[in-house]
């Protein structure tokens, strides 16, 4: 899975609790990403970063947060305003952000269950 | 409007014949097209990508993709299926600020 480390690998949670998902790259990558995976509809863009301290919404952000202190870590929190956020996430990483013609790789996901 | 189909959500085909997983896709001016394969419980990977030039392109795994412009068509073949090669297989274009993936495509390669 190429540099990108995600943890935990599954992640239960109870009504109204936030999660934060842990997403780490040692590829020196400018860009990061999160996605979420959902059975028969491929993956959709959550937020993404192309530069630390910087990010932007992707087209389902809400009742989700990011933050890119550091270059080589993206967490997401899953948070209690997310009304059904049971999926697989996917964090990416690029060298450079979404407009470039650079190949996105992936992590090995989370399974986030809510109970 | 933006978009990318793969119009069967399963293919079926025979170890040792030849697959075609199909992909087309809507974007305005040039396209960059990606494939990708996902195992059960797994991050995508890189297959390959079209960005300009020859219009076939080979990646990994013994995968090529066929670009055809007038087509708007982005398809994933390989000559010789293999039971491993089943998967997940998701087609990727650019769009404006983001990857727009495909809803997926499985294969299913029978021995």
């Known amino acids: 899975d190429g540099g990108i480390t995600q943890s935990p690998k599954y992640l239960f949670r109870k009504e109204g609790q936030n999660v934060t998902l842990s997403c780490e790259q040692n590829?020196?990558?400018?860009?990061m990403y999160w996605y979420r995976q959902d059975p028969g509809q491929g993956l959709r863009l959550i937020y993404y970063?192309?530069?630390?301290?910087?990010?932007q919404k992707g087209d389902i952000a809400e009742g989700y947060s990011v933050s890119r202190e550091k270059k080589e870590s993206f967490p997401l929190t899953v948070t209690s305003a997310q009304k059904n956020p049971t999926a697989f996430y996917l964090c990416?990483?690029?060298?450079?952000?979404?407009?470039?013609?650079?190949?996105?790789?992936f992590g090995p996901g989370t399974r986030l269950t809510v109970l | 409007a933006q978009s990318v189909a793969q119009p069967e959500d399963q293919v079926n085909v025979a170890e040792g014949n030849p697959l075609t997983v199909k992909c087309t896709y809507s974007?305005?001016?040039?396209?960059?097209l990606f494939w990708y394969v996902q195992y059960p419980n797994r991050g995508l990977q890189f297959l390959l990508k079209?960005?300009?030039?020859?219009?076939l392109v080979k990646g990994s795994y013994g995968f090529e993709a066929e670009f055809n412009k007038s087509q708007t068509s982005f398809h994933l073949k390989k000559p010789s299926a293999l039971v491993s090669d089943s998967a997940l297989y998701f087609c990727?274009?650019?769009?404006?600020?983001?990857?727009?993936f495909g809803q997926g495509t499985t294969l299913q390669v029978k021995p």
């Open positions: 970063s192309q530069i630390v301290n910087d990010f």
């Open positions: 974007v305005s001016g040039n396209p960059y």
């Open positions: 990727a274009v650019r769009g404006t600020g983001k990857l727009i």
């Open positions: 990416a990483s690029s060298i450079a952000g979404p407009l470039s013609y650079n190949e996105q790789f």
């Open positions: 590829l020196n990558h400018d860009a």
């Open positions: 079209y960005i300009t030039g020859d219009n």
